[in-house]
């Protein structure tokens, strides 16, 4: 773009502005003189008087530089005078006169009615001005007229909106961070690595107007930020780092947030979703979404447990509702494809989500059970089981395969999606196994287990989940393939514990006593040592305290396979399950290879502890 100084769209200097115009003041280092203080930054050009532009340059102290590693990066700031007019800065790197690294910066100021958020950051994306004019520029300057900010803005707000999603996660975690303290900073720390969902390094703008749309004026505070810095001890409200020091400062309490993985989905993070997704589903909206700014009006100044309760009422109702109880979103900008067309770049398509607080009672609700057949993608069968109807089954089932298809769901996120599904929908996601990646099978897998859910189950629903268990061998790898990057002890474990909760309570049952059979077949092939672990783990351990009841004929098949298999060895092939049995060895022939080396002590001791359990039940 062209340079400001030298638009026709300039009026006459002038320290006195219109609503339609305001001031610009160029700083570069030029020594400790004048009464720059020690800053030694002198504002070298200026359309407001000398003394303004002098006082303005105190009060930005700091914030004029960037320096340490790292600082060789452009940068936008947006923070307000004491005499409440709004300075936006435009820093750049650059040499002083002695060939030093040094910073250069464009400032603009004005009322905040002129300069407000919505303008700035439309600014602030992409910048103003050039490097070289803020180098080289010298002595007065025109006032800048606010048609040519306007421009910019316009130009680029439908842009920025357009590639929110873009930054979703960390939207998401940050707006998490307000809701459950809204006087927080907050520090986005955006490195070289840009994990699903974050912003790149001169993308930060994004995420802050994706909240300025959603919170508006609701937090209280004054909308401060700095697109980029070295460090995040500056009293902005937002601000993006390449790295984390130990010290904060003193400019009020701190949240920094990071990208990828997180192990705990918290009620915020599930409001926060549930938020981000309304924001991004009604485009062209005031900013503010109505849950906030409208129905919470005045929830920043409560405590954290008042506002969330609130808050999880606004959320339950919005949802039994059907959706938002908002108006029509605008239309959106032309260059934005309609919502089933958009790209979603990280897997993270929109939701809604039913409260965690109603599990309970949905799972109390009959339970009539799908067929086994696989369903077809497209057109979506009708189904016995109807879920609540806000809920995006389809989507759920996009997000848990994103890993499929290299757009990760942040972890976090696909977490609290689980939580919030009731359990016939996760069921039918289990129908669906062979579409997933292995590591939203087992969030779907570690779901269906919570105990809470186990608990208010219904039987026919159980019955169901140990047929797709044994079935579909999932109580060894998820499609009965071997996953290389998992020891054996860990696919034991993990074997152990699906039988315990799935499996073992229905053992009994006449219905599964062939998949039983099959599955100690498959067990007994596993590779060393899976096999004497799940035997520790589920027979003479178990994870659930319980030894499991098992039919007879099962316990003489695990009775004859301990003494035939010699601990230690590979598995064969696995040929169907014979249908008469195989003529064994003798009895104990393989028990004199347990003590052949060290490393199969363990095994033998498990196997004859299993040998004298198995005979005492069938004694009895």
């Known amino acids: 773009m062209s340079e400001f100084s030298e638009s026709s769209e300039f009026q006459e200097a002038s320290s ?6 305001v001031h610009q003041i160029v700083f570069r280092w030029e020594g400790n003189q004048g009464r720059q203080g020690s800053t030694g930054m002198k504002a070298v050009a200026h359309s407001c008087s000398p003394e303004r532009a002098e006082r303005l340059g105190r009060e930005l102290g700091p914030l004029l530089w960037v320096s340490g590693p790292g600082a060789a990066r452009p940068s936008v700031v947006r923070t307000l005078s004491h005499d409440g007019e709004v300075l936006l800065v435009r820093r750049w790197p650059t040499m002083d006169r002695a060939g030093r690294p040094s910073t250069a910066s464009h400032v603009l100021t004005g009322a905040p009615a002129t300069l407000n958020m919505r303008r700035c950051l439309g600014m602030a994306y992409g910048g103003w001005s050039s490097r070289e004019f803020a180098e080289r520029a010298t002595g ?14 316009h130009e680029r707000l439908p842009k920025m909106e357009a590639r929110l999603e873009h930054v979703r996660g960390a939207l998401m975690m940050a707006t998490a961070e307000w809701l459950r303290d809204p006087a927080q900073r907050v520090s986005l720390l955006v490195g070289e690595e840009k994990p699903a969902g974050w912003p790149a ?3 930060a703008a994004l995420v802050y107007l994706g909240l300025f749309l959603l919170f508006d004026d609701w937090t209280g505070r004054d909308w401060t930020f700095a697109t980029y810095d070295t460090v995040d001890t500056h009293p902005l409200r937002l601000t993006s780092v390449p790295r984390w020091e130990q010290e904060t400062g003193g400019s009020g309490p701190l949240a920094r947030v990071m990208g990828g993985r997180a192990t705990d989905a918290r009620f915020e993070h599930r409001a926060a979703y549930r938020l981000v997704d309304h924001l991004l589903t009604h485009r062209g909206a005031p900013p503010g979404v109505p849950q906030l700014t409208k129905e919470l009006r005045g929830g920043a100044t409560m405590d954290w447990e008042r506002r969330r309760d609130l808050l ?22 032309p260059q934005e494809p309609p919502p089933t067309e958009r790209r979603h ?17 949905r799972q109390q609700e009959p339970y009539r059970a799908p067929t086994y057949e696989k369903p077809q993608p497209q057109p979506q069968p009708q189904s016995q089981l109807q879920p609540p109807s806000t809920y995006q089954h389809h989507q759920l089932h ?31 996601e289990l129908l669906q196994a062979d579409e997933l990646p292995p590591r939203s099978l087992e969030l779907l897998l570690s779901e269906l287990g919570n105990p809470q859910r186990r608990e208010t189950r219904p039987r026919k629903m159980r019955q169901d989940l140990c047929a797709q268990v044994l079935r579909n061998h999932l109580y ?15 696919l034991a474990d993990r074997a152990a514990h699906l039988f315990s909760w799935a499996v073992a309570p229905l053992a009994r049952e006449e219905e599964y006593l062939h998949d039983l059979h099959e599955m100690l077949y498959a067990m007994v092939r596993a590779p060393h040592p899976v096999w004497t672990n799940w035997l520790s783990r589920t027979l003479v351990s178990p994870t659930n305290g319980e030894v499991p009841d098992l039919p007879p004929s099962v316990w003489q098949q695990i009775l004859r396979d301990v003494l035939v298999r010699p601990a230690g060895s590979q598995p064969a092939a696995l040929p169907p399950p ?15 290879k347990l003590t052949s080396d060290v490393g199969c002590v363990v095994g033998a001791c498990v196997t004859m502890i299993v040998v004298l359990i198995v005979i005492v039940v069938i004694a009895m």
């Not at 999880?312 to 900008?333: C, F, V």
């Not at 757009?407 to 999606?417: F, K, N």
């Open 476 to 490: 060894l790898t998820p499609h009965g393939q071997t996953r290389e990057s998992m020891s054996g002890t860990a």
């Open 345 to 361: 770049e990280h897997g993270e398509n929109h939701h809604q989500h039913p409260p965690q607080q109603q599990r309970q009672e």
């Open 201 to 203: 390094q001169d993308e």
């Open 312 to 333: 999880q009422k606004i959320l339950s109702t919005e949802h039994r509702q059907g959706g938002t109880r908002t108006e029509a979103p605008k239309e959106r900008p």
């Open 398 to 428: 996009d997000d848990l395969r994103g890993d499929e298809r290299g757009d990760q769901v942040e972890h976090r996120i696909l977490m609290a999606l689980l939580q919030d599904a009731p359990d016939d929908v996760l069921f039918r």
């Open 140 to 153: 007065p300057k025109p006032v800048i007229d606010c048609a040519r900010l306007d421009e910019l803005a």
């Open 578 to 592: 014979p249908t008469t049995t195989p003529q064994s060895p003798a009895p104990l022939s393989g028990l004199d």
């Open 16 to 21: 006195i502005l219109s609503a339609s115009s």
